[in-house]
């Protein structure tokens, strides 16, 4: 009963966590992870769920984490973006999350061209700016989408 439990509970974190790659109001890679370690940890760490790479992707998740703040910031100062972009494209995620998974992608490039607009840069430089912010959050929503989706993959083979 208690592993059936943790089967339903661990694929229902699975899926939050893939939806959460996309949607920034869930921790994607996080959940995904606590729906991992619950079923190793009914299983008693079997292969494929050892404990070595249990913890491996652990430290991969915490490494996720920071990235995600990371890589929007690498992209944006890439392309131009002063602080006063990468904040407006903040607010702009922000603004987005609660519509789509796209008005937050949109969200970012236009907050951060706004707010760079604003702050004195030409329309030109703005556009490059808001431009930087969109490819690092686009490729930081692929990598965590490809994170979960190797997790997801140890979930099912340890079934």
């Not at 769920?49 to 992707?57: D, K, S, Y």
């Not at 995600?68 to 922000?94: F, Q, T």
């Not at 840069?121 to 703005?126: L, N």
Request: include cysteine; proline fraction near 6%; aromatic fraction near 12%.
């Amino acid at each position: 009963m208690l592993e059936i439990l943790a089967i339903l509970i661990g694929s229902l974190l699975m899926l939050l966590g893939l939806i959460g790659s996309v949607l920034p109001i869930l921790p994607g890679p996080p959940l995904s992870f606590i729906g991992l370690f619950l079923l190793a940890l009914v299983k008693n760490f079997s292969p494929p769920l050892t404990p070595a790479r249990v913890l491996l992707l652990g430290i991969v998740t915490i490494l996720m984490v920071a990235m995600d703040y990371v890589l929007p910031l690498l992209g944006a100062k890439r392309y131009g973006s002063s602080k006063w972009g990468v904040w407006g494209s903040v607010l702009g995620m922000l603004i987005g999350m609660f519509l789509s998974p796209l008005a937050v992608l949109l969200g970012s490039f236009f907050g951060a061209v706004v707010a760079e607009w604003l702050a004195g840069k030409t329309k030109g430089e703005s556009f490059r700016a808001g431009w930087g912010v969109m490819v690092g959050t686009l490729f930081a929503t692929i990598v965590r989408l490809g994170f979960c989706g190797l997790m997801i993959y140890y979930f099912i083979m340890a079934l």
